[in-house]
């Protein structure tokens, strides 16, 4: 069994019952076949202006413009990858909960005070370290623990 932290495949997510190991597939937008991040991607996805990324990841808003001119990075610092990894598997249940509506939508939950986060918002939750707060919530509406 994979751990919740593991990529499964497009059907685990599209299927009536959640994968029980909490895994999410990447969409190829978001991570493409070689692993690396679509970082402009990813940014565009959530509502993160670069500058909250690079602080909340304690790089250089240079950094991170060159990342998103690169296209796809495989940054090399493993705290790097493993944030990249958690607002990917963000995305990816987002994108199945809100399977019906678009990109602006999940950006408005993201960016929008919510009562099961203490009245934060999910973005300022993640850029303050504790992304894994929102994934738990966000996998718990989409496996009909929780409501948002």
């Not at 009536?16 to 895994?23: E, G, K, L, N, T």
């Not at 993640?126 to 009909?144: N, R, T």
Request: charged share 25%; net charge positive; hydrophobic share 45%.
């Amino acid at each position: 069994m994979r751990s919740r932290n593991a990529l499964a495949t497009a059907e685990d997510l599209s299927a009536a019952q959640p994968p029980p190991s909490r895994s999410v597939q990447a969409d190829l937008d978001l991570v493409d076949a070689g692993g690396a991040f679509r970082v402009d991607c990813i940014l565009d996805e959530l509502g993160i202006r670069p500058a909250d990324l690079a602080r909340a990841l304690g790089t250089s808003p240079q950094q991170v413009s060159g990342w998103r001119k690169a296209g796809a990075v495989r940054p090399s610092k493993a705290e790097v990858v493993t944030f990249l990894n958690l607002l990917v598997r963000i995305i990816t249940v987002l994108r199945a909960l809100f399977a019906d509506a678009g990109p602006e939508r999940r950006r408005l939950w993201m960016q929008n005070p919510q009562i099961r986060l203490k009245c934060e918002r999910p973005i300022d939750v993640v850029l303050s370290g504790k992304g894994e707060q929102v994934f738990d919530l966000l996998w718990g509406a989409y496996s009909g623990d929780v409501s948002l």
